[in-house]
């Protein structure tokens, strides 16, 4: 004989209660990443190829130099572009555009206002989009999940004992969304800063470091938990 399946609103003799549990942390960043832009630009391909190798590796080799306070650093899109103008019939080069960007990681809040201050004294280096993160094994995610449970389990204690009786079992526990999970993807929780930086001239007295205050990042998370629990006398 099979066994009946339990009907997923219970039954008069195991009643189901279904609740949401919810957590919301406030939480100092752990990362903050900066992105970097080095160009250059020249009437002849190869010498604006050759500047901008030069600058590249000058901002490279300052970054590097922070040691255990980089946790990643990154080089992305390299470009070379002529830059075309009409003569009569013909098309001509008029100039050479060279770009690379540069992306670094920094645990230490503290070195990240230096550092951005001395790349934006590097001959055309542009210092853009501040983002301030978590780890993706974050502690605070660890948290704000078991706060979550913790909350849900509360919640279904006060209407249990709303009704006089008491939870008997835990019948399912899942991330709100978890068979979703397109529409409920992580969001960033970075604060983005464009143009914090520009480019100096290298013969200037060295500006101070900036005063960078990192933003604090919001952690969230939800649960829904399915209990049975006594059958409460109406």
Known sequence: MTTPTPLPYGT??????AV????????????????VTVHARGRDRRSTLADLTRRNTAALDLIRSYGDAIERLQTGTF???PEL?????EERVRTHYGTVHI???????????????RLADLELTRVMDLRWALRPDSPAHRQARQQAVTAAVQRAREYADALGTTLT???ELADTGAEQPDRHRPRSGGAETRAIAYSGDPDDIPAPPLDLEPRRQHVHATVTARFTMAPPTL
């Open 103 to 117: 992306t670094a990681e920094l645990t230490d809040h503290t070195a990240l206002g230096e550092l951005t201050t």
């Open 79 to 81: 470009t070379i572009t």
């Open 12 to 17: 008069p003799d195991t009643p189901r209660i």
């Open 20 to 35: 949401h549990g919810e957590a919301h942390l406030e939480v100092d960043p752990e990362l903050a990443r900066i992105a």
């Open 169 to 171: 079992a835990l019948v």
């Open 85 to 89: 103008t009409r003569k009569g019939r």
